[in-house]
């Protein structure tokens, strides 16, 4: 699949309704003989948000491509990740400027690659930024730190009504063996996040006691988890450079993370999520200590310390 | 003498009203549009006055001015009157239009059965002038308009209001009145049989459909085979005598220029033979709260209307208003959805509209966020995902299909639940076909019915459709390069492959649901490209990127302010990698691979320094440089290949104290062999020139 064709258009058409969007991925796809479920559109989507090319507003169906940046990979001897727009010549003209290395996403981790990682080098900070400025990208520095220190704290939505009495609703279960799920049930009085579908689409409300509050997906999860004392963030150290503990993040039982959290995560590789065993738990590398202590605090999780 | 001419020309008055309302029927407000006389026995009664027999009453009226009796001369008044009139101002059509009507009746009552020749027309006319006649009558007129020559009178007079037309330079219409190669005097009457009011109005859909208004009108050829493949399987409203034209070779020129002539001068509107403006009703089901309902497309010419009509008996009044925030009307008063109506049709008429369903054995419906659930559509679109509602009768069809062609995932809903609504029907969710050879495989053995609600597609002309395209503001056909559009064609009822030209190569491809990949066919140059397909020309453009070197607007619209996601922000806390108020780091690099590497502090004194790791987790990716950020050090010493060099950590002057003999040792070495032009470290050697020297 060529997809980096896809972050072309994007950088080409600028924004657009994520619909669209989503239908031209599955074209891309098809044209390369996959034929991707609309969850694989929806989970490229946020890749792509977490990789900092795009920002997806799914409240309002819309997208927009993010400005063309380099981000500093933490502890990598000045190696950037290119994020945000990216024409199609621009590659080839940061070629003839500084040192260019590309990632092609792992093809075995999903049906549906994301764009190409582009690692660009340069001798000297100073003359990378040079160089990316004369290509009209910008060298943001370290953008994992930058957002993993600005992060918000996970917080329920507004007030919501009850749902209505018959109304079909699954409940989440965190303490079963095979990790989170929802499982169909009868409209009880038990706290905890609860799912609907409304107009066929599922719609996420959380009950403490008395009181039901939206909640989108992930934010709805984690505070579930937070609730019932489940720790799934967990980080292993693998090198340290200079005063910087890098290691691995695992985020377990499939446990998803809000958009900027993710980002925050990703941008310390330039490359997006992993998954291990049965998709179950999600891995970031080269996740500085400092950044996944950041970034569980603000899901309400403890960062467990593993060897 | 001249007042004995008046009196002959003067017009009968029965006969003047029959011209009158023939005038006003079909000449006035017609100006450049296509004009056709059809006439048959309901136009007639329509156009007559209440009680009053309207074939009867105009052939009495002709008769008033055409002295049947009189033989080969028996138009002779008809033509004299004429022949003043062109001596006229001729402000108004000939006074013939009677005569003309009748000799359509006859040409409409004998093309009824579809057995179109002239010995067969004069029996008709004869007794459409003679509707009373014995059998002995109407045989002997036959032979004085057919044997004896009467009858090349009228259609001197058809020729005649053809050229009238014409020389009006459209003001009273186009005539759309032709010879025809063999049936050089009857086919004046019988081409204006093959188009009526009826037909007009169902063709007003079919001109939707082809987007003319964005998209052009197509060529007379590729207009009749595209109506072609339209009424492949249904006859859309239109009547059998028209769409048997459709593929009469007598008449086929005849048809193409005809309905060519309709579409330029189309007005953009759906109406029916009433003149109302044709709206769509259309199904809704919600498969989670087993409900379901009807809806109704908005369309821009219908604001609101009362919508009348029956369902099981019930006579309903449904309100129409448009609904600013959705695509499809707000509509109270509908009735509950019933399986009667899946199988007659319901219709809902008023005043200036009229909502419709049509009936199938088969209702695809897909899912719509506006009407918030699954929405009956027109066509299956392969790739999205579709719910069925099937019929009894073609269930076992349906299920034959999905098994053998549907992606995997489809699943029919429980029976009970079903026959809350749809008894008699099955439904069935998830399906999506992305398989093109297995559901043509399938569809070939199913009957026309069925076959027709899963095979005929969208479209009715070659259209491109997915792709890249850029650059929208400045054309709908630039493409990025390697994003090549499809090619849509229109598909019927039945199995049709047709040839496709692209940049003067032509294939012959198999017309279906499943639009052809024209982006995996070749690597297309940069530059236009054109693609001829059912005698369409389609034109597209291939650019690696729109051209323009201005920032875009729009980049970074989108961004985060209090975790919170939003459009238009001023400035953005969050947006994409960039954070607000933040400075980027700019750590001093150093190269990797040093056989030796030392800090040397500004007190001179130097520590042996280990490379970090490198990174982990970046495959292929070479790390040569790696960040230095000792806390105190000022320089960095790498010994390479027997050469040291040097790297400057952060600015701070020499302050050379208590070297140890291994610190003097390399200060030596580095003395002689760094050659730098930094003039801090050259005070570094000066410290330790004077150091040394102590």
Request: glycine share 8%; charged share 20%.
């Amino acid at each position: 699949m060529r997809v980096d064709l896809m972050l072309a258009w994007m950088s080409e058409t600028v924004s657009g309704e994520v619909r669209d969007l989503r239908q031209r991925i599955a074209w891309l796809a098809r044209n390369a003989d996959l034929n991707p479920h609309s969850s694989e559109t929806g989970r490229w989507l946020r890749d792509v948000s977490a990789l900092a090319h795009a920002e997806i507003d799914w409240v309002n169906g819309r997208w927009a491509v993010a400005p063309a940046v380099a981000v500093l990979l933490p502890s990598c001897g000045g190696t950037a990740v290119l994020a945000g727009g990216r024409r199609l010549d621009l590659v080839e003209r940061l070629e003839s400027q500084l040192s260019v290395q590309t990632m092609p996403c792992d093809q075995d981790r999903s049906v549906l690659p994301t764009p190409t990682s582009v690692i660009v080098q340069a001798d000297s900070i100073v003359e990378l930024e040079r160089g990316l400025a004369d290509c009209g990208v910008r060298y943001v520095g370290k953008a994992a730190e930058h957002i993993a220190h600005r992060l918000p704290p996970l917080r329920l939505g507004s007030r919501a009504a009850p749902p209505a009495w018959g109304t079909v609703v699954e409940r989440l279960e965190t303490g079963g063996g095979d990790g989170l799920g929802f499982v169909k049930v009868r409209l009880d009085s038990r706290v905890g996040l609860w799912r609907l579908t409304v107009q066929g689409r599922p719609s996420y409300l959380y009950r403490t006691g008395s009181e039901w509050f939206h909640a989108d997906h992930a934010t709805g999860i984690l505070w579930a988890l937070s609730e019932n004392n489940i720790p799934v963030f967990r980080w292993r150290h693998e090198r340290t450079d200079g005063a910087e503990e890098v290691g691995t993040v695992f985020l377990d039982q499939g446990a998803p993370l809000p958009p900027l959290q993710a980002r925050a995560l990703v941008l310390c590789s330039g490359q997006p999520t992993a998954f291990g065993d049965l998709a179950k738990t999600a891995i970031y590398r080269n996740v500085p200590k400092t950044v996944a202590e950041q970034v569980a605090r603000s899901v309400r999780q403890r960062l467990e310390i593993i060897n | 003498m001249g007042s004995l001419v008046e009196a002959v020309l003067r017009l009968p008055d029965p006969y003047e009203r029959w011209q009158a309302r023939l005038a006003d029927e079909f000449f006035s407000g017609r100006e450049n549009q296509p004009v056709v006389m059809f006439v048959d026995r309901s136009v007639l009664q329509e156009l007559a006055d209440p009680g009053e027999d309207g074939p009867r009453a105009l052939a009495a009226a002709v008769r008033q001015f055409v002295d049947v009796k009189a033989g080969r001369q028996m138009f002779a008044r008809a033509e004299a009157a004429e022949s003043a009139w062109r001596r006229g101002a001729r402000d108004q059509p000939p006074p013939t239009l009677p005569i003309l009507a009748l000799s359509v009746l006859a040409a409409s009552e004998m093309s009824r059965d579809g057995v179109i020749a002239s010995n067969n027309y004069y029996i008709p006319l004869s007794k459409a002038m003679l509707p009373d006649g014995t059998g002995a009558e109407v045989s002997a007129l036959r032979d004085v308009l057919r044997d004896r020559g009467a009858f090349t009178s009228v259609a001197e007079m058809w020729g005649q209001l053809h050229r009238w037309l014409t020389e009006s330079d459209g003001k009273f219409g186009v005539s759309t009145i032709r010879e025809h190669p063999d049936l050089t005097r009857i086919g004046y009457p019988l081409s204006q049989t093959l188009v009526r009011r009826s037909d007009r109005a169902a063709l007003t859909r079919f001109f939707d459909r082809l987007n003319m208004l964005g998209e052009g009108v197509p060529g007379p050829e590729s207009l009749l085979s595209m109506l072609r493949v339209w009424t492949s399987y249904r006859s859309q409203g239109l009547s059998e005598r028209f769409i048997a034209s459709l593929s009469e070779p007598a008449v086929e020129d005849y048809m193409r220029t005809l309905v060519h002539q309709l579409a330029v001068s189309w007005d953009g509107k759906i109406i029916t033979a009433e003149g109302l403006r044709r709206l769509d009703l259309r199904l809704v089901i919600d498969l989670d709260r087993n409900s379901t309902w009807w809806v109704i497309p908005a369309v821009q010419d219908v604001a609101e209307d009362v919508l009348s009509g029956t369902c099981d008996g019930q006579a309903f009044n449904a309100l129409l208003a448009v609904d600013p925030y959705s695509s499809l009307y707000c509509v109270e008063g509908l009735p509950p959805v019933a399986t009667s109506a899946l199988v007659a049709g319901l219709v809902a008429r008023g005043t200036s509209s009229v909502a419709e369903f049509q009936p199938s054995k088969v209702v695809v419906l897909a899912d719509n966020a506006d009407a918030g659930g699954w929405m009956s559509v027109d066509a299956l679109q392969p790739y999205e995902e579709h719910v069925f509602l099937v019929a009894q009768e073609a269930v076992d069809e349906v299920e034959r299909v999905l098994t053998s062609a549907a992606d995997g995932g489809w699943r029919r809903v429980s029976q009970p639940i079903v026959d809350q609504h749809f008894r008699g029907y099955a439904i069935y969710f998830g399906i999506t076909f992305s398989d093109q050879a297995a559901l043509e495989s399938a569809l070939i053995k199913l009957s026309v019915n069925v076959v027709a609600s899963l095979r005929t597609g969208a479209n009715v002309r070659p259209r491109l459709v997915n792709g890249l395209p850029i650059l929208r503001n400045v054309a709908r056909n630039i493409y990025l390069s390697g994003g090549e559009p499809d090619l849509a064609l229109p598909v019927g009822a039945e199995p049709r492959k047709t040839a496709v030209t692209i940049d003067g190569v032509t294939d012959t491809v198999l017309a279906s649901i499943f639009p052809l990949p024209i982006s995996r066919i070749d690597n297309w140059e940069n530059g236009p490209h054109v693609v001829q397909a059912d005698g369409e020309e389609l034109k597209f453009v291939v650019a690696r990127s729109g051209g323009d070197d201005r920032l875009p607007a729009g980049i970074g619209s989108i961004g985060w302010e209090n975790g919170e996601l939003g459009s238009g922000l001023p400035k953005a806390s969050v947006c994409g990698a960039i954070v607000a108020d933040t400075d980027a780091e700019r750590p001093v690099l150093a190269r990797r691979g040093a056989s030796e590497s030392w800090l040397i502090f500004a007190n001179g004194q130097l520590a042996e320094f280990s490379e970090p790791a490198s990174p982990i987790g970046f495959e292929h990716i070479s790390f040569p440089l790696f960040e230095i950020d000792h806390p105190k050090a000022t320089w960095l010493a790498q010994k390479r290949r027997g050469r040291w060099m040097i790297t400057r950590i952060r600015f701070h002057e020499p302050n050379f104290r208590a070297l140890s003999p291994s610190d003097r040792s390399l200060w030596s070495e580095l003395a002689q062999t760094v050659a730098s032009a930094d003039p801090i470290w050259n005070m570094y050697m000066r410290a330790w020139k004077t150091f040394n020297a102590r």
